[in-house]
């Protein structure tokens, strides 16, 4: 079964700061990807970034890049130079090799402050 | 531009009385999928269609229904709504090619309904 871990319920961030979200999660497949998505006040999931379990390298977009370390089991999102518009819920996901469904994290609250 | 479009944005309904909500997408994707996310949640999947095949999740209450006509448009059929249904509702696209295929889902910016 699939399982997402996020740890941290609310985070806050200084403006210009990098800020680290936190997600593990569990399976016994060798093959699935990973992704994050970022949900603002106004409701709307907007996909940010993927990490293939093959990938050897860290995927990056602009700003955001994901941590993976896949004997860890661990895929974290960095944000750098935080944005007072990056004030969100940021979700972790994942999909198994196979399954249509996507399992999420309970998600990360982020605030940056001015 | 290409995008998954739901209507209404802002539904209100009465206690008991249908209420069907609408997505449609021009994607072209062959996977559509229904979220119920309530506040400070994480978005919990109600059922999805992977072009014509109907997949229920097992928690989903009967209260629930989903037609996709075709390709472009799937409804969430509310038959009964609850107290309890209050919540965002969430479309999702998502082009699946095989087993190995990672490609994100892309999310319409969701239906709000309110149960009086």
């Known amino acids: 079964a699939q399982k997402i871990t996020q740890t941290q319920p609310g985070m806050f961030v200084q403006e210009k700061e990098a800020v680290t979200l936190d997600c593990t999660y569990d399976t016994s497949d060798q093959s699935y990807g990973l992704f994050w998505y970022k949900q603002p006040s106004s409701g709307e999931m907007i996909f940010l970034i993927y990490?293939?379990?093959?990938?050897?390298q860290n995927a990056t977009e602009g700003r955001y890049s994901l941590n993976f370390q896949k004997a860890r089991k661990s895929a974290n999102l960095v944000i750098s130079a935080s944005q007072l518009g990056d004030s969100a819920m940021y979700f972790c996901a994942m999909r198994e090799e196979g399954y249509q469904k996507v399992t999420f994290g309970t998600g990360t609250k982020l605030q940056v402050i001015p | 531009d290409a995008m998954v479009i739901q209507n209404p944005r802002y539904q209100v309904t009465q206690f008991g009385k249908p209420v069907t909500l609408s997505c449609s997408q021009t994607l072209n994707h062959n996977v559509m999928y229904w979220y119920q996310q309530k506040s400070s949640q994480a978005p919990k999947l109600l059922f999805h269609?992977?072009?014509?095949?109907?997949?229920n999740e097992a928690d989903t209450p009967d209260n629930f229904q989903s037609r996709r006509p075709n390709t472009s448009f799937c409804f969430l059929d509310i038959r009964s709504p609850g107290l309890g249904d209050a919540a965002m509702y969430l479309c999702a696209t998502s082009w699946l090619a095989g087993a190995s295929s990672y490609n994100e889902q892309f999310f319409g910016p969701g239906t709000r309904l309110t149960v009086l």
């Open positions: 990490q293939g379990s093959y990938d050897e």
């Open positions: 269609y992977y072009d014509k095949d109907f997949n």
